[in-house]
């Protein structure tokens, strides 16, 4: 089953498919919980996603532009459904993260007879 390499060269051995949550909670506690997704064989995968082949991973976490870059996302995301929740017409289009704390959004808010079209950036502090 998998022999997993980490950035550092050393091996973990596996006798069962794991994923990137799995190699961190082996690790560490608190790398798990830091867990954000992981990187497999150069390629960006959730961290729930199941290694089944010997393969190299890196952890992805809050402290890596890569992890940011997912929770910046994964926010807008929740930003545009909560959205959807409170004016369920609405039309939404989710831009990308211009530099590492803006997002930009536009949507189409009908309300009665009027139609609005709105564009927000959004840039954390």
């Keep these: ?12 051995h596996y006798d069962h498919p794991v994923s990137p949550m799995d190699v961190a909670l082996d690790i560490g506690p608190g790398l798990a919980k830091a867990t954000i997704a992981g990187r497999v064989n150069g390629e960006l995968v959730d ?3 199941l290694i089944e082949n ?18 910046r996302h994964s ?6 459904h909560a959205i959807k929740q409170l004016w369920p017409h609405t039309k939404m289009a989710i831009g990308p993260v211009v530099d590492k704390s803006t997002t930009v959004f536009t949507m189409t808010l009908i309300l009665s007879t009027t139609v609005f079209t709105m564009t927000l950036i959004l840039t954390a502090r």
């Design 1 to 12: 089953m998998p022999v997993i390499t980490l950035p550092d060269g050393s091996q973990r």
């Design 47 to 49: 961290a729930c996603d």
């Design 54 to 71: 010997d393969a190299t991973l890196a952890i992805i976490t809050a402290k890596d532009e890569e992890g940011l870059e997912i929770i």
């Design 75 to 80: 926010c807008a995301h929740l930003l545009g």
